[in-house]
């Protein structure tokens, strides 16, 4: 099973992070977009693992007790540069809730024999990915100028940024990603509560 740990969105800032996209997906057709059900906030990527592992995985994530995290959605970006741009995103602010319930995370994975993740956290919602390219945010051997996006970030640069709200994360979730001709689908396995 190919198993990642997420922040879910509410309902009114995936509507209006949807109508913002379907506002600009017209400049960037060769890109290929998330579906508005997809859009979540990755903790950790932990991968393929065996089905027995579930359990494991389930019981240490139960472990973590930490606060609910304040999330501001706004603005966007590209990665890993705007001139080679592979993943085009929305961005976010967070207080340090979220960097600690990520290293909570990143922790209880590792005592699991789950890499740690080797790069901080870049909170982030992926609206679109170049075609083929992968959505990790750092720079990657094959990395070049390319224009997949060059038409939208023409676009974005006369428009206002744009502001998609806040909410309080009141839990997270084990997922389950599986990955089709169509694009991956998400499943929520188990969640697990803030306080």
Known sequence: MRLFIALDINDA????ITRFADDVQGF?????WVLPESLHVTLKFIGEQ??????QIKQALGTIALRT????FRGYGFFPTPKSPRVFWVG?????QLAALAA???DRMASLGIPKEKRALSPHLTLARGAGGSGSPGWRKGDSPNRIF????EKLSALPSPEFGTMTAREFFLYQSQLSPKGSKYTKLTAFALT
């Open 50 to 55: 065996p089905e027995q592992a579930v359990e």
């Open 28 to 32: 960037a057709p060769g890109a290929g």
């Open 69 to 72: 995290v304040e999330l501001q």
């Open 150 to 153: 060059h038409h939208l970030q």
């Open 104 to 106: 909570a995370v990143n």
């Open 92 to 96: 976010m602010e967070a207080g340090p």
């Open 13 to 16: 800032i995936r509507e209006r």
